[in-house]
């Protein structure tokens, strides 16, 4: 490799549609490439990961619900005891948070807290926060569905983002047992079906990606008070004749580290939309949008080197990376990896 510097990743995906579990990759930092170095089908439809040192956590999004921990110091990932239940049905997200591990359970409409012991393993539920309400679109928002949960940048408070009620929950977690509370609730325009949220670098904003309707909700956010507050709503696919002749559906968001970009996947049109932000983040703007590589991109991530997009193309079932021009923002795509059902990409 020349002394390109080799990083690490991992890939999740649908084990029911033919994925092969969970992924371990090798990333050439320089020209962006993939390489599998093994997997672990071990866990049901390990659809979203999250990366703590050297250990890898998995949903198992199933109707039973569960959360998987991985060593990951080989070539391969290796369980670390049985999938610990989550206590809530179809966990589509999880995020660690300081000793536990929190999982968005979207069915049930609840976060599920987990303890996680000094070895990185996963103790039973500790505490559960669940979502209520419902929304205008009777097939998608008869419940809530929540779909994310991520700590803010201060560390402070955890964000809950709920397609099913058109709200983010900003809550808490109890000091000694991790259980979380609520704190307050941000309702969104009824019926856009927020998924996704990404703040910016400075942690003066977010950006909630909707799902239900192609647009993204830029948001203040106050981290003294955890306080999220809309600003303004932007479509993050193009308008007039260049617009998608179906349905358009966003999966995620990223915010690239200098602030000046964000990135979103949308499933159906199949692109990657490029959205420039103003100065002090307080706005976004659609200034491109160029094909995912592939078919229903699940997931979008930047990679390492903050040079490459990785877009999880679910349908296609592939992995495509893409160079990022730095003064543009445009990702122009530089190299694709086989894997069927692919659902989520993580580096560290």
Same mark, same amino acid.
């Given at each position: 490799? /020349?002394?390109?510097?080799?990083?690490?990743?991992?890939?999740?995906?649908?084990?029911?549609?033919? %994925?092969?579990?969970?992924?371990?990759? !090798?990333?050439?930092?320089?020209?962006?490439?993939?390489?599998?170095?093994? @997997?672990?089908?071990?866990?049901?439809?390990?659809?979203?990961?999250?990366?703590? %040192?050297?250990? $890898?956590?998995?949903?198992?999004?199933?109707?039973?619900?569960?959360? @998987?921990?991985?060593?990951?110091?080989?070539?391969?990932?290796?369980?670390?005891?049985?999938?610990?239940?989550?206590?809530?049905?179809?966990? *589509?997200?999880?995020?660690?948070?300081?000793? #536990?591990?929190?999982?968005?359970?979207?069915?049930?409409?609840?976060?599920?807290?987990?303890?996680?012991? &000094?070895?990185?393993?996963?103790?039973?539920?500790?505490?559960? $926060?669940?979502? !209520?309400?419902?929304?205008?679109?009777?097939?998608?928002?008869?419940?809530? #569905?929540?779909?994310?949960?991520?700590?803010?940048?201060?560390?402070?408070?955890?964000?809950?983002?709920? +397609?099913?009620?058109?709200?983010?929950?900003? %809550?808490?977690?109890?000091?000694?047992?991790?259980?979380?509370?609520?704190?307050?609730?941000?309702?969104?325009?009824?019926?856009?079906?927020?998924?996704?949220? &990404?703040?910016?670098?400075?942690? *003066?904003?977010?950006?909630? +990606?909707?799902?239900? !309707?192609? *647009?993204?909700?830029?948001?203040? =956010?106050?981290? !003294?008070?955890?306080?999220?507050?809309?600003?303004?709503?932007?479509?993050?696919?193009?308008?007039?004749?260049?617009?998608?002749?179906?349905?358009?559906?966003?999966?995620?968001?990223?915010? @690239?580290?200098?602030?000046?970009? +964000?990135?979103?996947?949308?499933?159906?049109?199949?692109? $990657?939309?490029?959205?420039?932000?103003?100065?002090?983040?307080?706005?976004?703007?659609?200034?491109?949008?160029?094909?995912?590589?592939?078919? =229903?991109?699940?997931?979008?991530?930047?990679?390492?080197?903050?040079?490459?997009?990785? @877009?999880?193309?679910?349908?296609?079932?592939?992995?495509?990376?893409?160079?990022?021009?730095?003064?543009?923002?445009?990702?122009?795509?530089?190299?694709?990896?086989?894997?069927?059902?692919?659902?989520?990409?993580?580096? /560290?």
């Amino acid at each position: 490799m /020349g002394g390109t510097r080799i990083g690490r990743g991992f890939v999740g995906s649908f084990t029911s549609a033919g %994925g092969r579990g969970v992924v371990a990759v !090798e990333v050439e930092e320089g020209s962006g490439a993939l390489t599998v170095t093994g @997997a672990s089908d071990d866990v049901a439809d390990p659809s979203f990961l999250a990366l703590d %040192g050297d250990v $890898l956590y998995a949903v198992s999004e199933t109707d039973a619900g569960a959360v @998987a921990a991985f060593d990951v110091t080989g070539p391969a990932p290796r369980p670390l005891g049985a999938p610990v239940p989550v206590d809530g049905a179809g966990p *589509t997200h999880l995020a660690v948070v300081g000793g #536990h591990v929190l999982t968005a359970n979207y069915t049930s409409g609840s976060v599920s807290c987990l303890p996680r012991a &000094a070895d990185g393993t996963l103790r039973p539920v500790a505490g559960q $926060l669940r979502h !209520e309400g419902s929304g205008p679109v009777a097939d998608r928002q008869g419940g809530p #569905h929540a779909h994310q949960v991520l700590p803010d940048p201060s560390g402070r408070w955890v964000l809950a983002v709920d +397609l099913g009620t058109d709200s983010v929950t900003i %809550g808490v977690l109890d000091p000694v047992t991790g259980a979380p509370t609520p704190h307050g609730i941000t309702a969104l325009r009824p019926g856009t079906g927020p998924r996704h949220l &990404a703040f910016h670098p400075a942690g *003066t904003h977010a950006y909630v +990606l909707n799902e239900l !309707e192609p *647009t993204l909700t830029v948001c203040r =956010w106050d981290a !003294e008070a955890g306080v999220l507050t809309p600003l303004g709503e932007t479509a993050v696919v193009p308008e007039g004749p260049a617009a998608p002749t179906g349905p358009a559906y966003p999966s995620e968001v990223v915010a @690239a580290p200098d602030g000046r970009f +964000l990135w979103a996947a949308v499933r159906g049109a199949d692109t $990657l939309a490029v959205l420039a932000l103003e100065e002090d983040g307080a706005g976004a703007r659609l200034v491109a949008s160029v094909p995912c590589g592939g078919h =229903w991109p699940r997931d979008l991530t930047l990679g390492p080197s903050g040079r490459h997009l990785y @877009a999880a193309n679910e349908r296609s079932g592939d992995v495509t990376w893409f160079t990022v021009d730095a003064e543009t923002g445009v990702p122009s795509r530089a190299g694709s990896l086989p894997l069927p059902a692919a659902s989520c990409v993580v580096f /560290g």
